[in-house]
């Protein structure tokens, strides 16, 4: 008897799922926390001052005073960084009848503004060095690995561990510069290392279940509590031990998007921006490095 199955049957109506999968990441934990501000020149600037060291401070009755010479200010400043991600779909693409979207140009949209923010947040972590640019050259903006200069904790490239004594030592060393510590942003592998620690760990709990996770979200430290963040772009060779109070992205040109110029028969679009970092009190901030 001949049965009629699928693999012979002409007709049979195409399966698509309307779910589309996109395991990318886009989670930008630093540049999400940081404050915003407005930058005015591509070159940004702020003023940071100090306070004197204490003294012993009494004066004879009667006495004449004693006038110091203030401390002058430290002026600072960061490179702006022009941040573009373009897009385009023919018009036919756009026509289609599509599985999972309506507009296949605001699917791409949304796609090219995750990708860009994952692309400033690279640079905050990443840049090294803030680069002026010329014609030929791309401005850069200095990341965090540029602006904190005072507090850095190397082993002289050797790679070590990160154990709760140097999670500590980095805490400290930005707490006596004047600091308050309040997050320390970390890779995925080093995130696990410090939810090992038990000496001054705060656990999280569930409150509906009442078990607890064996996860660090919180440290308790001698010198305050600061907040554990797994960011997928940190790498395992350092931590950030921040004050984020001090840190601002100064916008130049905040995000916008643009059609480009009608050519053929398609349909094309940019997003672009300009900005930069801004770390008013580097000293109360701490890079731990040559980890393992």
Known sequence: MATLTTYATVGTKEDLSDIITNIAVDQTPIYSMFGKEKSTATYHEWLEDTLRSPKANKLVEGADYTVDAPASRTR???????FTQAYGVTKTQEAVQKAGIKSEIAYQMAKAMKEVARDVE?????????VAGNATTARELGGIP??????????????????????????QAAWEAGGTPDTVVVSGKQKRVISGFTAGSTKTIDPADKKLINAVDVYESDFGIVKIIADRFMPNDKAFILSKDYWKVAYLRPFTQEDLQ??????????????TLVGRAEKANTIIKDLQ
């Open 122 to 130: 690279k640079a905050i972590i990443e840049n090294a060095a803030a």
């Open 262 to 275: 009608p050519q053929g028969s398609r349909m094309e679009k940019v997003i672009e921006g300009e900005l």
């Open 76 to 82: 600072k400043g960061n490179y702006t960084q022009i």
């Open 146 to 171: 540029a602006l904190v200069t005072t507090n850095v904790l190397g082993n002289s490239g050797t790679p070590r561990a990160l154990t709760e004594t140097l999670l500590n030592d980095g805490i």
